[in-house]
């Protein structure tokens, strides 16, 4: 039975994929969003390693406005703002990002910056001591985004920002539906040229989501659509990425679905990695991977993910049986922990042949930062928006560490 009654939002965006993307539509969403200087954000290796950028300045001609190259990983503040001074200067009206979640995300908190008249600091999400996290309100235009993804990232069609900055204890974190990409271009040649196992990484964390969603119940239709869609593609392409590495097919399926399960958390007004006892840690995993820039998001998800499904004490057998079915381990007459159990397995070996860690002391973490990382996850409002005790979380995700070592 599903639930009675849901809401469903749409947004402005459209969508292009396939083998020349950028040349066959580029010029005219950039015409279509009005602009007359589009600026390009993205990282050094783009620039370096890749054509993507020489590609959209040909394409644009007179439109392209030049590029800032000097995004850091995970979206430091410095660069950030760095990129915002770049643009401002170049005299852009639309920013086009090139690249992971990250750079991504660079662009977006470029806009609030280019835009918002605030300090910074203040509109960021505030952690008052004793009450509730929460996000001030940012009402200005923003210039519109185009987002050229490489890997199959959760941010392409988000709009939150979570900036580094090694000088606070947390991420700067900005919420701003006005950042939501106007375009969005899942280029073939763009997808092919980020490396393997960087691909690998953020595929992992599309894995990871689609699996927790199976174990959701009472879904609306919207939302049953996309999950068991972005399901089908993940599941089908994840593990061919070993054996087929330059299949562009492969890549842009799992692009999809992480925009499909992108899509499905909107409408069921839910966040990603959502709880249950399926579904990993997002709280748990983000931490790891801020505070070890050398370990990747896919890498930090599946470490702790069959160890979070293992330490599940009761399981609803429904949400147990969709998931064991969905990964062909699903027996007549399980029990509810039973099939968890049977997950977890398949799991573990899952990512063991596609050459990710599944457990902790593989990535070299030293048990006597676990504290710090417990501690970490209270300040990420998508794990943590002040409605759970903080000394709950950090406990949780203390037993989480030390299981999963």
């Known amino acids: 039975m599903r639930e009675s009654g849901f809401k469903a939002s749409g947004f402005p965006w459209r969508l292009y994929g396939g083998r020349q993307a950028l040349e066959q539509n580029l010029k005219e969403a950039v015409t279509r969003a009005g602009a007359r200087r589009a600026f390009v954000i993205c990282s050094p290796s783009i620039t370096r390693r890749t054509q993507s950028v020489n590609r959209i300045a040909a394409t644009l001609g007179d439109l392209y406005a030049g590029v800032f190259d000097g995004t850091e990983n995970d979206a430091t503040y410095a660069s950030v703002f760095a990129a915002k001074e770049a643009a401002v200067a170049a005299g852009a009206d639309l920013l086009i990002a090139v690249g992971g979640g990250g750079v991504i995300m660079a662009a977006r908190g470029a806009a609030i910056f280019m835009a918002e008249p605030d300090d910074p600091f203040r509109i960021m999400t505030q952690y008052p001591e004793g009450k509730p996290a929460y996000s001030p309100r940012l009402m200005a235009a923003k210039p519109p985004i185009i987002n050229v993804p490489i890997t199959p990232t959760s941010a392409m069609n988000r709009a939150g920002t979570a900036l580094k900055n090694p000088d606070l204890d ?24 980020t490396p393997a196992e960087l691909f690998r990484s953020t595929a992992t964390t ?3 989501g689609v699996i927790s969603a199976k174990g959701q119940l009472d879904t609306n239709p919207l939302v049953e659509g996309d999950d068991d869609q972005a399901f089908r593609l993940a599941y089908r392409a994840y593990p061919r990425l070993l054996d087929e590495p330059d299949n562009a097919s492969l890549r842009l399926d799992l692009c999809i679905a992480a925009f499909l399960q992108n899509r ?7 966040r990603l990695l ?10 748990v995993s983000t931490a790891i991977h801020i505070r070890y820039p050398r370990i990747g998001q896919g890498e930090s998800t599946s470490v702790i993910h069959d160890t979070r499904i293992r330490l599940a004490e009761a399981v609803d057998l429904r949400a147990a049986r969709r998931v064991a079915e969905a990964l062909e381990v699903w027996r007549d007459g399980m029990e509810g922990r039973e099939a968890a159990l049977a997950v977890a397995d398949r799991l573990e070996a899952l990512y063991t042949r596609l050459g990710m860690p599944t457990r902790l002391r593989q990535l070299d973490i030293p048990r006597e930062d676990f504290p710090k990382i417990a501690a970490d996850t209270v300040k990420n409002f998508n794990a943590n928006s002040g409605v759970r005790s903080q000394e709950t979380q950090i406990a949780e995700a203390l037993r989480l560490l030390e299981a999963a070592y």
């Open 264 to 270: 499905a958390e909107d409408d069921a007004m839910r």
């Open 170 to 193: 947390h991420r700067m974190e900005y919420f701003d539906p006005k950042t939501r990409p106007h375009s969005i271009f899942l280029d073939e040649e763009a997808l092919l040229a």
């Open 274 to 283: 959502r709880p249950g006892p399926f579904s990993g840690s997002y709280a």
């Open 206 to 208: 599309v894995l990871a």
